[in-house]
């Protein structure tokens, strides 16, 4: 506790700091918004005509333009597609001036200004791994039904995909469990559906989604390799619309509208905001996809989510919202497998009206359970439940930003397993995690420089366990379009995954509160001493660097290499044999724990070169990665471990009146590791007796498993193409029609392998498609 105060004061000492250097200049702050539907207008710049004095809105249409001198500017909004707008204000020393625009659509298209505030943007942001997705350039992909963030995300660099049927996103050696999803501030536990094409979240609901591949700030915690953070758009404050969409896939409809009309010199507005998506795949592809399995897809999905807007008059908001997603998927040969996701809540601003202060925060609750039942009747249940809440402030100091805040979660684990050897693994856990964090972000005056250290400290009572993470990111740009950067931190989490990351086919995804029913020492590494365990908790340390360059106006290269090192890693052991009692004293932890200690590492190098001029979109990704497992017996590759990933996204628009597009996406990606067969044995079952006659018997046949992930899979690789067609009728009702494919070529990429039976099912073949959708 002690420590935790030694952060709050200075914490508090420099937000003071702030506010007393405020006083003999002037804070000229606001928020910037579409004029037709109020929606906030996002990383566009605000400046003082004629000087270097400016700022950017963040997601949420906010700027604060501090250390103004006294005197009379123009200030001046300019965006792409709208008409730039400029406004005169004259300022005092202490003064604080809110302000509220609306811009106008326009016909001009200003290209080079675009430019500029992009130009900003790299120089004072390190943007050190961090992917921002605005949803307008995941339809550049080719969709299969409605575009959506899962399909994008399979894209990114670093980002291993691990398949159509069950896949799951690895990002750059971290698991599932090790990646943390926000949705407006709220945990999301599973954000795809077992069909890996589709994500829950609806892509026309997405303000902005920012996916942090490593070397995160302090104002993210509780996961050791990445985050994704999705922010989602307010309901239409001006007039009712909608969407409604039908593919070969499933159903959407999207419809947003006021409660309380948006006036420009009004009071405020209620909007809100509802949309449903429904997977109709096990009916629709045992007529139109029934050469892929005469049975049908067994996929089905259900995702709903809604949410109502307040808005006062001064920019501050409260947003309430909620959501439902149901999966399953039915394989014979497999299992069962079928989970339930549901939550709730809140966030807000507040601007207060004497302070240079913002003011964020948010409190959610949210549950998922999952279920499967396996070829033989064995189940596996897992569920969790909590919620988590958090406050942050913001001071803005010229170029400079101090941000401090903190964070509760509390959550409720259970978990139940019965394992090959017929013993049942049980878990029931109550979690409750305090953090508090401060971030300051230091830009030089010749914009050379950009330093954002910053400090997380992280307490999980369940575990009795304290983690400070020092983090730093910095940027230095030796010209204007030659820029070098470097990130680094430590990290730590609780969670651990309900199965094995040995698995070939994770369709199982569950969550487990770190146990304390560990070994008492460890080895670290191969040929190195065992080490007595101090920490229960999983912990990661990261390390990047790379550099931006632009070629030419419209061609961004970024390389980026990097180092994790997983120090301490739980997973469910799978090689358990007795019971962990009095009776086993003597009998080796490996043999007879429910959960392993292991450590791990994962470095590689991330290449993307990047064209985008008018019609054309080209994007090119490659990524080299190299991963490792250490458990205190063997070092192995996780099965995740693809040692070259290729992805090429190209997109034209082509028409008079830029009516149609046609685009194509490639990917190629190296075989997954995986575990070899070494001979075969009958399973007899003698139910505790030697009597048994086993000569008479005819007992099932099963597998020994060969060296732990020395095989390798055949390579993946996948061609997907699409062509779109729009329509306006009016200048609210537009049609688009999409037509494509995936897998053009319909490769034999492998899913798995039936070791008993000798027969390989494979991926998706050839799927095509067509969509229709009407925006009105």
Do not use: C
């Not at 709208?82 to 509220?100: F, H, P, Q």
């Not at 106008?104 to 791994?129: C, P, R, W």
């Amino acid at each position: 506790m002690k420590r935790i105060r030694t952060i709050l004061i200075l914490v508090l000492s420099i937000a003071a700091g702030a506010q007393l250097m405020a006083q003999s200049t002037a804070n000229v702050r606001g928020f910037v918004y579409t004029k037709d539907d109020g929606e906030p207008v996002l990383f566009t710049n605000v400046y003082m005509k004629g000087t270097t004095i400016g700022a950017s809105t963040d997601i949420n249409g906010f700027f604060s333009i501090t250390k103004v001198p006294p005197g009379t500017y123009t200030l001046v909004i300019s965006y792409l597609g709208y008409d730039t707008l400029t406004e005169s204000v004259t300022v005092k020393a202490g003064d604080i001036t809110n302000k509220k625009f609306y811009l106008t659509k326009g016909a001009v298209q200003l290209e080079e200004i675009t430019f500029s505030a992009d130009q900003q943007a790299k120089l004072e942001d390190t943007k050190v791994s961090v992917n921002k997705i605005d949803p307008k350039v995941i339809t550049k992909l080719p969709s299969i039904g409605e575009p959506d963030l899962a399909q994008y995300m399979q894209v990114l660099p670093g980002v291993v995909f691990t398949g159509d049927q069950g896949g799951q996103l690895y990002i750059r050696g971290g698991t599932p469990v090790q990646n943390k999803v926000l949705l407006d501030g709220m945990i999301v536990y599973n954000p795809f559906h077992s069909i890996g094409l589709f994500s829950v979240f609806d892509n026309d609901i997405i303000r902005n989604a920012d996916v942090y591949t490593g070397g995160f700030g302090a104002e993210y915690g509780g996961r050791i390799s990445s985050i994704m953070d999705i922010t989602t758009r307010d309901g239409n404050k001006k007039h009712f619309e909608g969407k409604i969409s039908a593919s070969t896939f499933g159903v959407k409809l999207l419809v947003e509208g006021p409660l309380m009309k948006l006036k420009e010199s009004g009071k405020g507005s209620i909007s809100y905001l509802l949309s449903g998506k429904q997977s109709y795949l096990p009916q629709t592809s045992k007529v139109i996809y029934k050469y892929a399995d005469t049975s049908g897809l067994p996929f089905g999905f259900t995702d709903l989510y809604g949410k109502i807007s307040f808005n006062a008059s001064n920019g501050s908001k409260l947003n309430v919202f909620g959501y439902n997603f149901r999966d399953f998927v039915r394989y014979p040969d497999i299992a069962n497998f079928s989970w339930n996701s549901y939550g709730g809540g809140a966030n807000f601003i507040v601007i207060p009206p004497s302070s240079s202060t913002l003011v964020e925060g948010n409190f959610a609750y949210s549950k998922y359970a999952i279920m499967a039942v396996e070829h033989g009747d064995t189940t596996k249940t897992s569920d969790i439940n909590g919620f988590n809440l958090g406050l942050k402030f913001t001071n803005f100091v010229g170029k400079d930003e101090v941000k401090y805040g903190f964070e509760m979660i509390g959550f409720k684990t259970g978990f139940k397993f019965t394992n090959e050897y017929g013993l049942v693994i049980p878990q029931e856990e109550n979690t409750t995690e305090i953090a508090a964090f401060v971030k300051y972000k230091h830009v030089s005056k010749n914009k050379k420089l950009v330093l954002e250290p910053s400090f997380r400290i992280h307490y999980y009572a369940s575990l009795s366990d304290l983690s400070p993470e020092p983090r730093l990111s910095v940027k230095f740009n030796a010209k204007k379009t030659l820029r070098f950067k470097m990130a680094g931190g430590m990290y730590s989490q609780n969670l651990i995954a309900a199965n094995s990351d040995r698995d070939v086919v994770n369709l199982f995804y569950g969550f487990l509160s770190g146990p304390d029913r560990l070994q008492s020492t460890y080895t670290p590494g191969p040929g190195q001493e065992p080490r007595e365990l101090n920490t229960k908790l999983q912990k990661s340390i990261h390390a990047i660097g790379g550099v931006e360059f632009d070629l030419f106006k419209n061609i961004e290269i970024n390389v980026e290499v990097y180092q994790k090192w997983f120090n301490h890693l739980t997973n469910v052991n799978r090689d358990k044999l007795y019971e962990d009692d009095v009776a086993h004293t003597t009998f080796p932890d490996a043999q007879k724990k429910d959960f392993i200690v292991e450590t791990g590492w994962a470095r590689g190098l991330d290449f993307v070169v990047k064209y985008d001029k008018k019609r054309f979109y080209v994007w090119v990704t490659y990524s080299l990665g190299y991963n490792k497992r250490w458990d205190g017996i063997r070092e192995y590759n996780p099965i995740w471990d693809r040692r070259h990933n290729i992805n090429v996204v190209t997109s034209y628009t082509f028409g008079k009146k830029k009516r149609w597009e046609a685009n194509a996406r490639w990917n190629y990606g190296s075989g997954f590791p995986f575990t070899q067969t070494a001979g075969y044995y009958p399973k007899l079952n003698l139910n505790g007796s030697i009597d048994v006659d086993y000569t008479g018997s005819n007992p099932p046949v099963s597998y020994i498993p060969g060296e732990l992930n020395a095989g390798r899979l055949p390579q993946y690789h996948r061609l997907d193409v699409g062509v779109k067609f729009k329509y306006a009728f009016t200048e609210k009702v537009l049609m688009e029609l999409n037509l494509g494919a995936s897998n053009v070529y319909n490769r034999a990429n492998i899913f798995y392998f039936d070791r008993i039976t000798q027969t390989r099912k494979n991926q998706l073949p050839i799927l095509p498609n067509l969509t229709f959708s009407l925006t009105f």
